[in-house]
């Protein structure tokens, strides 16, 4: 008998079907504000931005349906609570309402309505009374030519708050006033359906937040999963959001949930990924606890080899993702092996990086895993090396345009790094992985050259016109004034280069670098691929071999 049947005949039917009623808003954000309304651990994180509140509150004010909320009606401990900028100090009680669907809406209508400030909540929104459309906060001196114009939401909710506001600022204009105080009226006294479940048991909530999330696109079914079995564990990680949580402190950045939800599975003996009508994985209480741990146990393993084999110091650096999940499965079978296995394995990545082998579509990571068993670490090794045994047609090439999202771009950022780049100003040697994962803005690999007037050129766009450097205000100019041939080495840049970027000959510049990296790139990519090299395994397991025959 699976976990999963095993799951659903443990579920009883509810001994009381759920309560269905109707709260106005200003009633519910009554009990918001006065901590009846909490949040289980299971749900996810705030996904919503000011775009989707301000949707949210335009149905509410034409009077469109907005969806139905879902309680769960039992106790609560006292705990301090955070909606963005609001704070709600909860104490104990018997009759708390714990959201089972309907975080998203409920955390925007708090957001909105009770901040304590009108613009500095994250999705903070004002009412365009001429318009009529909701807003982000207009610009102070905007406000300051028409004041009766702009609504601030934060006045709606209380009636005698909204009526100061209108006598204040817009006493002389009818018109605006007697829309505000229709839009306040519409807000407050929209009703929202809720149904209220009552049940003692915690698990068929989950299965029913499961079922609501997982039919339809709102929810990645690891969030699903973590929905169904996440805390149940008695020790950490009890989510994978606490898994990724935890493996930044290794300083490899944050790894995506999808990918480590992929990789549970896979460790569980499930397919990677779920196929069509499955729905997410069920396990038992011992099963998961165990699964969350191995998951994070195997992670951790993976993520040193790449940083210290590999040598590929970051997440977002890695070409592609799928690797992370194959080496998990050989990892998690063969948790210490062979100091030859580690460097075919560093050549297995490798390969499959520059002839796209790893680009991680379900099928081919399907047959990477099958070539993992567990009876032979060196037949593991080999049958994997065989997916990837083809060189490219063609290398990365410098003068293409250079774009993060590729794995082509995330090679040759690598490669720049490889030249251990230096401080332009200081010498000292740069620690970049730091800054990566905080968007394309951080990324530390800036342009040199922003244009070239009436003279295009592609390598404009390309990596010999960027640098493994933080970025920082006339880069160029700093760049010009270096002399120190440690410094410029260190990023790629001739002698003939620098002078021609001195003497004011960008184009020059950019192809002499170019020439430059290009061999650089090549002499790099070949000695971590080794494809002109013997992939012997090591010669313990061949001795091994010939005693056995």
């Known amino acids: 008998m699976t976990a999963m049947t095993e799951d659903k005949q443990a579920l009883e039917p509810l001994e009381r079907r759920p309560e269905a009623r109707a709260f106005r808003i200003e009633d519910l954000l009554t009990e918001v504000r006065g901590g009846r309304v909490r949040i289980p651990s299971f749900q996810r994180a705030l996904r919503w931005e000011r775009l989707d509140a301000s949707k949210l509150f335009d149905s509410l004010y034409r009077g469109f349906p907005v969806g139905t909320l879902l309680f769960w009606e039992t106790d609560a401990q006292p705990e301090e609570m955070r909606f963005g900028s609001v704070s709600v100090s909860a104490g104990a009680r018997s009759d708390a309402l714990w959201v089972v669907d309907g975080q998203q809406r409920i955390v925007s209508l708090a957001r909105v309505l009770l901040a304590p400030d009108p613009d500095k909540d994250e999705f903070a929104l004002y009412f365009d009374l001429d318009k009529r459309e909701f807003v982000p906060p207009p610009p102070a001196s905007t406000r300051e030519e028409d004041p009766a114009r702009w609504l601030p939401m934060t006045v709606v909710l209380n009636s005698e708050s909204l009526m100061q506001w209108a006598f204040q600022w817009a006493a002389e204009d009818k018109e605006r006033r007697e829309q505000a105080f229709l839009l306040g009226k519409r807000i407050r006294e929209y009703e929202v359906p809720v149904y209220l479940v009552r049940s003692a048991s915690e698990s068929i909530l989950r299965e029913i937040f499961g079922r609501i999330n997982s039919s339809g696109k709102r929810l990645d079914v690891n969030e699903v999963f973590d929905a169904l079995h996440g805390g149940r564990a008695t020790s950490r990680p009890a989510t994978i959001r ?20 992929r990789l549970l599975r896979v460790l569980q003996g499930e397919d990677v990924s779920e196929r069509a009508g499955d729905g997410p994985l069920r396990l038992s209480e011992q099963q998961v606890e165990q699964a969350y741990r191995q998951t994070a146990e195997t992670a951790a393993l993976v993520i040193q080899f790449i940083k210290h084999d590999v040598g590929i110091p970051h997440y977002e650096l890695l070409p592609y993702k799928q690797p992370l999940i194959t ?62 045994d083809v060189p490219p047609g063609t290398w990365p090439d410098v003068t293409e345009p250079f774009n993060f999202r590729f794995a082509s771009s995330k090679l040759q950022a690598l490669a720049l790094m490889d030249l251990s780049p230096r401080d332009l100003q200081t010498g000292e040697l740069l620690h ?29 766009y390309s990596a010999a016109n960027r640098l493994a450097h933080p970025g920082r205000q006339g880069l160029r100019r700093i760049l010009s004034a270096v002399t120190d041939p440690t410094i410029l080495t260190s990023h790629g840049i001739s002698e003939a280069a620098i002078q021609a970027l001195q003497s004011g000959d960008p184009l020059r510049f950019l192809e002499l670098r170019a020439e430059y990296l290009s061999t650089h790139f090549r002499a790099y990519f070949e000695r971590h691929a080794r494809w002109g090299e013997p992939d012997r395994p090591a010669i313990s397991s061949l001795l091994v071999l010939d005693e056995e025959t």
């Open 432 to 460: 970049l992985s730091a800054y990566f994962g905080g968007g394309d803005e951080a990324l530390p690999l800036p342009p040199v050259i922003a244009s070239i007037a009436g003279n295009p050129t592609k390598l404009v």
């Open 327 to 388: 080496l998990g499965k050989f990892f998690h079978l063969h948790p210490l092996p062979l100091p030859r296995s580690r460097e075919l394995l560093v050549r297995w990545l490798w390969r499959g990086a520059l002839n796209g082998a790893h680009r991680g579509d379900t099928v081919s990571t399907r047959k990477a895993l099958d070539r993992i068993v567990s009876a032979s670490e060196e037949q593991s090794v080999k049958r994997m090396l065989e997916m990837v």
């Open 242 to 261: 606490e898994i990724v949580t935890d493996l930044e402190k290794l300083g490899f950045g944050r790894v995506e949930e999808k990918i480590l939800y």
